[in-house]
């Protein structure tokens, strides 16, 4: 299905609290729900938007209130973009990260830890930068239709 409607962007400015993150959530499943996204897509790109929203709360902020993180969901035909921007403190590094434990075994799967991974697990593309002070996570997934 070729896309020949410019891209749409939505922007959202969350305070730094766990508790709103879930509106964020919401947010996504009703933009998938929007685009007929099938349900487990719909499920995975929540996922990882909220993942990537814990994380910029947590490890950004410290989990401290009283600070943004915005949140960009452009969407079109082709798939989605999501960019999620925190200007609290930066990520040492950044890369595709990998499972740390027998996954078959289910008494040593970690608790935390997994975000990134479930993130660069469902994702096509997964960026982060960090300008001056302004920390970003890009991550794409594009639509792949079958003629």
């Known amino acids: 299905m070729p896309d020949i409607q410019p891209p749409k962007k939505i922007t959202f400015l969350l305070d ?21 996204l099938s349900e487990v897509d719909t499920y995975y790109l929540e996922l990882c938007v909220v993942e990537a929203v814990n994380n910029a709360i947590k490890h950004a902020y410290n989990s401290e209130a ?3 993180v915005e949140i960009n969901i452009i969407y079109s035909g082709k ?5 999620i921007s ?3 403190r930066k ?3 950044y890369g595709p990260r990998r499972l740390d434990f027998d996954a078959q075994d289910l008494f040593v ?3 935390h830890g997994m975000g ?8 096509d593309e997964v960026t982060y930068r960090s300008d001056g002070a302004k920390n970003t996570l890009t991550m794409r997934k594009y639509f792949h239709y079958k003629n």
């Open 66 to 68: 009283g600070h943004s």
């Open 91 to 93: 990520m040492d590094t």
């Open 116 to 123: 990134l991974y479930i993130i660069d697990s469902v994702m």
């Open 109 to 111: 799967v970690p608790e």
């Open 79 to 83: 798939g989605m973009t999501f960019e």
């Open 16 to 36: 730094s609290r766990l508790e709103n993150v879930s509106l964020v959530g919401v947010a996504v499943r009703g933009i998938c729900s929007y685009l007929s």
């Open 86 to 88: 925190d200007r609290g």
